[in-house]
């Protein structure tokens, strides 16, 4: 193992870092180690090991990735389905800085599920950059799932850059629990006419977490469609940021694009900004943000109790509510299952963080 480099790293002053914890990190308190990294399902379309270049890189983490990536590719041949979701887990160890690199390269007419999760081997600080690069062919089909849930302590930095071509549909999902510091740039591209992509997100903080989303969704041919619907809870001390960016080119006429971000904030302490934005260069197009941050609705609450439910359960039983529109989303029903109880586990808590 060797220590990372002293890096130059961005500042919270960045438009596209404002309100994250950048500055608190210390790289050099990790040692290079790559994750362990386990596959499950559509092996015959998995090759590891070699170096693979990604679409961009878009600040040092994800320079970093390239400098020490450890990488799966995923191909999917033109006109092949592939029947399982290929499940891709990295687990890392406290003390070390991992960089797993995932490419996808989804062929014409071509489907696949890949769900990519994040765990930590124990308790501890850990740095993870992953970088996730998919291009999806004219016609083929992608749904991507990325479940972070690393240790309390452990920073997560990672980017989602993805291309679709003509006529391509694009899933993403995220869930994010885990974390002291977990952040997910996402980059999508709608490169060529009739290209869709549809985005949800689930997060919960508590403690002292903080959940950080910045979204790009970019179209850059005509009669394009994105749909973005974020929702996210923080409690006791925990934040969150999302800051989302529309951009429709001045080529892409006919474009439908759409983004909402939705937050509830559980106790008096916990925080949660959200900054959506448009950029808008042709006049023959549907778009349209939405944003709130507020506590449950006084409505809802008095409707549960006044139906002889506890107030503790109220609460409990809105923000499943709340998080349901996503998770019936989610490409797998038994890991939904899976992440219901997480929330509720963590719901439980009464003060704490899971």
Same mark, same amino acid.
């Given at each position: ?7 130059? @790293? ?18 050099? %308190? ?24 990604? +679409? ?17 590719? =995923?191909?999917?041949?033109? #006109?092949?389905?592939?029947?399982? /979701? ?6 890392? &160890?406290?003390?070390? !800085?991992?960089? *797993? ?8 007419? !071509?489907? =696949?599920?890949?769900?990519? &999760? ?6 501890? *600080?850990?740095?993870? !950059? *992953? ?29 989602? +850059? ?12 995220? =869930? ?15 490169? #060529? ?11 919960? %903080? #508590? ?6 989303? &910045? ?5 850059? %041919? /005509? ?8 929702? #996210? ?5 925990? &934040? ?12 892409? $006429? ?9 937050? @509830? ?38 409707? @549960?109790?006044? $139906? ?22 989610? *490409?797998?029903?038994? +890991?939904?299952?899976? +992440?219901? !109880? ?13």
């Amino acid at each position: 193992m060797a220590q990372l480099r002293e890096l130059a @790293l961005p500042s919270a002053d960045e438009e596209i870092w404002r309100y994250s914890r950048i500055d608190a990190l210390d790289p050099t %308190a990790f040692e290079l180690e790559a994750a362990d990294t386990a596959v499950s399902g559509g092996e015959n379309y998995v090759t590891r090991g070699a170096s693979a270049a990604v +679409l961009a890189e878009p600040d040092v983490f994800a320079e970093l990735n390239t400098e020490h990536q450890s990488t799966l590719v =995923v191909e999917v041949p033109r #006109g092949t389905t592939v029947d399982e /979701p290929i499940v891709i887990t990295h687990t890392s &160890r406290p003390g070390t !800085a991992s960089f *797993p690199r995932t490419v996808l390269r989804v062929g014409e007419n !071509a489907e =696949v599920t890949v769900i990519e &999760r994040f765990a930590s081997a124990s308790a501890g *600080p850990a740095l993870v !950059a *992953p970088v996730l690069s998919a291009e999806v062919a004219p016609a083929g089909r992608l749904t991507y799932l990325a479940v972070n849930d690393v240790d309390l302590e452990a920073w997560q930095i990672g980017h989602q +850059l993805v291309v679709g071509d003509r006529d391509s549909s694009v899933r993403l999902s995220t =869930v994010t629990l885990g974390g002291y510091y977990t952040r997910v740039r996402t980059e999508v591209r709608s490169s #060529g006419q009739g290209a869709s992509t549809k985005q949800v997100a689930l997060y919960f %903080a #508590g403690g002292d977490q903080m959940h950080d989303f &910045r979204v790009i969704q970019d179209h850059d %041919a /005509p009669h394009t469609s994105s749909d973005l619907l974020f929702k #996210g809870a923080v409690q006791d001390r925990a &934040r969150s940021v999302y800051t989302g960016l529309i951009t429709i080119r001045e080529h892409a $006429r006919g474009t439908a694009a759409y983004q909402t971000n939705r937050n @509830l904030t559980l106790s008096d302490g916990a925080w949660a900004e959200s900054v959506p934005n448009l950029d808008i260069r042709t006049n023959d197009v549907k778009c349209s943000h939405a944003s709130t941050v507020g506590p449950i609705d006084d409505d809802q609450r008095f409707y @549960l109790e006044s $139906r002889g439910v506890p107030p503790e359960t109220a609460e409990r039983l809105v923000v499943l509510g709340f998080f349901e529109e996503v998770l019936d989303q989610l *490409p797998s029903g038994q +890991l939904a299952d899976e +992440l219901r !109880a997480a929330v509720a586990d963590k719901l439980n808590l009464q003060g704490g963080a899971s």
